[in-house]
């Protein structure tokens, strides 16, 4: 049965803007336009794509608004400004958008300066509010993102970090959370439950932000297996479980299921069997999710266009992951009011997404 997805993990970026990307080299496997265009190329094969919501792309930025030898909020802000003229059906020429997209753009998560606390979020955010330019597209800033993967420890647990994240709940915004227990370290995901704690603690239960949490913590999927148990009892694999069920006592928070393809081997354009050995592979990672945070807290995620660079190319990596997810599920045995929440109400509902289209 096909159900309605809600993508909850897209980046897009127009060619033009390649130079403001943190990221951004001329080698980059990513260094091309990677527009609404190209999305819906990705996707062409699904007829049940209800929409995306949109997440930061890693601009060139710094905590301080304007500061000698800093990027400030500039590219960060112009970033909110394409989305905004996504959002609204208006492209500008060469932006790979029509009018007709607007519908597709179901939420925004810009980034912002967690860390500089309550005093910056404020006027950063009506900033963004300037730039989004109607009601209708303010409406659909659902969260905002401050990629905490590539900071020094004790970031998370400074005390402006902290209560930046308590005015974001105060606000109804939503966080997402970037770490990377793979290549960062499992420090990160220790130093964001002990964060969580601090966030969570004595704060009444409507103004707790929810605090959604990125492609599984990016675990070690790469570990060879040596015998039947050798994954589930390897460090990398105990560790990483302990912290992302500490994660889930909280309610407030949810897991995204996506940006696998980033953390295995790459995968052929053409070798479809492969897709196999994939969900093989990431079984033990997603039992050991499902088991903490059940499926009411789970979203699909694609991740595009990251998601190419693993998972084969953008003429089968999105749908690949489809089948994935699919097929996860389907191990799960899971009932088709979970399933259908998986793949969109849940990000509907941890997004606070409005939608006109009721059948979701």
Same mark, same amino acid.
């Given at each position: 049965?096909?159900?309605?997805?809600?993508?909850?993990?897209?980046?897009?970026?127009?060619?033009?803007?390649? !130079? $403001?990307?943190?990221?951004?080299?001329? #080698?980059?496997?990513?260094?091309?336009?990677?527009?609404?265009?190209?999305?819906?190329? *990705?996707?062409?094969?699904?007829?049940?794509?209800?929409?995306?919501?949109?997440?930061?792309?890693?601009?060139?930025?710094?905590?301080?608004?304007?500061? $000698?030898?800093?990027?400030?909020?500039?590219?960060?802000?112009?970033?909110?400004?394409?989305?905004?003229?996504?959002?609204?059906?208006?492209?500008?020429?060469?932006?790979?958008?029509?009018?007709? #997209?607007?519908?597709?753009?179901?939420?925004? /998560? !810009?980034?912002?300066?967690?860390?500089?606390?309550? #005093?910056?979020?404020? =006027?950063?955010?009506?900033?963004?509010?300037? @730039?989004?330019?109607?009601?209708?597209?303010?409406?659909?800033?659902?969260?905002?993102?401050?990629?905490?993967?590539?900071?020094?420890?004790?970031?998370?647990?400074?005390?402006?970090?902290?209560?930046?994240?308590?005015?974001?709940?105060?606000?109804?915004?939503?966080?997402?959370?970037?770490?990377?227990?793979?290549?960062?370290?499992?420090?990160?995901?220790?130093? *964001? /439950?002990?964060?969580?704690?601090? /966030?969570?603690?004595? /704060?009444?239960?409507? =103004?707790?932000?929810?605090?959604?949490?990125?492609?599984?913590?990016? !675990?070690?999927?790469?570990?060879?297996?040596?015998?039947?148990?050798?994954?589930? $009892?390897? !460090?990398?694999? $105990?560790?990483? =479980?302990?912290?992302?069920?500490?994660?889930?006592?909280?309610?407030?928070?949810?897991?995204?299921?996506?940006?696998?393809?980033?953390?295995?081997?790459?995968?052929?354009?053409?070798?479809?069997? #492969?897709?196999?050995?994939?969900?093989?592979?990431?079984?033990?990672?997603?039992?050991?999710?499902?088991?903490?945070?059940?499926?009411?807290?789970?979203?699909?995620?694609?991740?595009?266009?990251?998601?190419?660079?693993?998972?084969?190319?953008?003429?089968?990596?999105?749908?690949?992951?489809?089948?994935?997810?699919?097929?996860?599920?389907?191990?799960?045995?899971?009932?088709?009011?979970?399933?259908?929440?998986?793949?969109?109400?849940?990000?509907? =509902?941890?997004?606070?997404?409005?939608? @006109?289209?009721?059948?979701?």
């Amino acid at each position: 049965m096909a159900f309605p997805i809600v993508d909850s993990h897209i980046h897009l970026f127009p060619e033009s803007h390649l !130079p $403001t990307l943190a990221w951004y080299t001329p #080698d980059n496997p990513l260094a091309s336009q990677h527009s609404v265009d190209e999305y819906r190329s *990705a996707v062409k094969s699904s007829t049940s794509l209800r929409g995306f919501i949109f997440l930061e792309t890693d601009r060139l930025s710094s905590v301080e608004e304007s500061e $000698t030898g800093k990027h400030g909020w500039t590219h960060a802000l112009d970033e909110v400004s394409l989305l905004a003229r996504i959002a609204s059906g208006t492209p500008l020429p060469g932006e790979g958008h029509n009018a007709e #997209d607007r519908d597709l753009c179901l939420g925004i /998560v !810009p980034w912002a300066p967690v860390s500089g606390g309550p #005093d910056a979020l404020e =006027k950063y955010m009506a900033l963004v509010k300037e @730039r989004a330019g109607s009601e209708e597209v303010w409406r659909k800033i659902r969260g905002v993102r401050y990629l905490v993967q590539d900071k020094p420890a004790g970031v998370m647990l400074q005390p402006a970090f902290i209560e930046g994240l308590k005015w974001l709940g105060r606000k109804g915004l939503t966080f997402d959370l970037g770490v990377d227990a793979r290549q960062g370290g499992i420090w990160q995901l220790e130093e *964001a /439950v002990e964060m969580m704690r601090r /966030v969570y603690e004595g /704060v009444e239960e409507q =103004k707790k932000v929810t605090i959604v949490i990125n492609h599984l913590c990016k !675990p070690n999927l790469r570990l060879q297996p040596t015998s039947e148990d050798s994954i589930t $009892t390897h !460090p990398d694999f $105990t560790q990483w =479980k302990t912290q992302v069920t500490a994660m889930a006592q909280y309610p407030a928070t949810y897991m995204k299921l996506s940006g696998a393809f980033s953390e295995l081997p790459p995968l052929s354009p053409g070798f479809e069997s #492969d897709i196999e050995s994939v969900i093989d592979k990431l079984q033990p990672w997603t039992d050991a999710v499902f088991d903490a945070f059940g499926p009411e807290r789970i979203m699909f995620g694609s991740d595009w266009p990251v998601c190419n660079i693993g998972g084969g190319g953008n003429l089968v990596s999105w749908s690949r992951w489809n089948r994935v997810v699919t097929s996860v599920l389907e191990r799960r045995g899971l009932d088709e009011k979970h399933s259908k929440g998986i793949w969109g109400q849940v990000a509907v =509902k941890a997004y606070g997404v409005t939608l @006109r289209d009721t059948r979701l």
